[in-house]
């Protein structure tokens, strides 16, 4: 079965750093979503693509966060400078189409921690 | 705020016992309910979708019923075996979020051996 693939899968680096996180959706799926996941609690959606373009962006911290997906296929979110309260689980998703008819379906997500 | 809430956070059960996790949300207007499954360390797998206009789903020893006037929904599983041991997360596409899915804090599942 295809996958959503995410890399990496650890990534541990030091505050005011710049942290980049790569994800590959299932082929033909033209709606991606990047996911925060804090430990113990449910995901919550940064940002949402369909094809190349930003639908959703309510809830991502602009002034640090920025994600894109040029080709309308795989994509790049990046935390710069990062800071303690970023540690968490990145988690990306992808469907056919908007979620009121498709299932999304998820990558193994990047575990990052801030020291 | 739109809410998902699910009940309890925990629970321990023996081998082949059948048992119901809930979820409740606080908008009626519902477009679709989806229940996951999180192991430890991995991301979510999707095991049930249900949309606003059916009453439940079901796949193998899982079945998922959704009603829209309760706000409710409950994952039913059957003959638990130790591998279903897992967090289990419902999200909700409700009414005014678009099509973003606010989830539940999940319940951790431990069946016992």
């Known amino acids: 079965e295809a996958e959503v693939a995410q890399s990496p899968r650890y990534k541990i680096t030091e505050k005011s750093q710049a942290v980049a996180f790569w994800c590959d959706p299932i082929s033909g799926h033209a709606t991606l979503y990047w996911y925060r996941q804090i430990l113990g609690q449910g995901p919550e959606l940064l940002v949402q693509f369909q094809d190349e373009s930003v639908v959703d962006d309510s809830q991502l911290p602009k002034d640090r966060f920025s994600a894109e997906r040029l080709k309308g296929v795989d994509s790049t979110l990046k935390i710069q400078p990062a800071e303690l309260g970023d540690s968490a689980m990145y988690l990306c998703a992808s469907s056919l189409g908007p979620t009121s008819n498709q299932p999304q379906h998820f990558g193994d997500g990047t575990r990052l921690s801030i020291l | 705020k739109q809410e998902v809430t699910q009940i309890p956070a925990a629970l321990s059960v023996p081998e082949g016992e059948n048992l119901v996790l809930n979820c409740s949300f606080t908008d009626s207007a519902i477009y679709n309910l989806q229940w996951f499954r999180q192991d430890p360390g991995k991301g979510l797998t999707s095991l049930l979708l249900i949309q606003s206009s059916q009453r439940e789903q079901t796949s193998g020893r899982l079945n998922a019923s959704l009603d829209k006037s309760s706000g409710r929904s409950t994952l039913y599983i059957a003959a638990s075996q130790p591998g279903d041991s897992a967090t289990y997360l419902c999200?909700?596409?409700?009414?005014?979020?678009?099509?973003?899915?606010?989830f539940g804090e999940g319940t951790q599942l431990t069946v016992n051996p």
């Open positions: 999200a909700a596409l409700l009414g005014t979020s678009g099509s973003r899915l606010t």
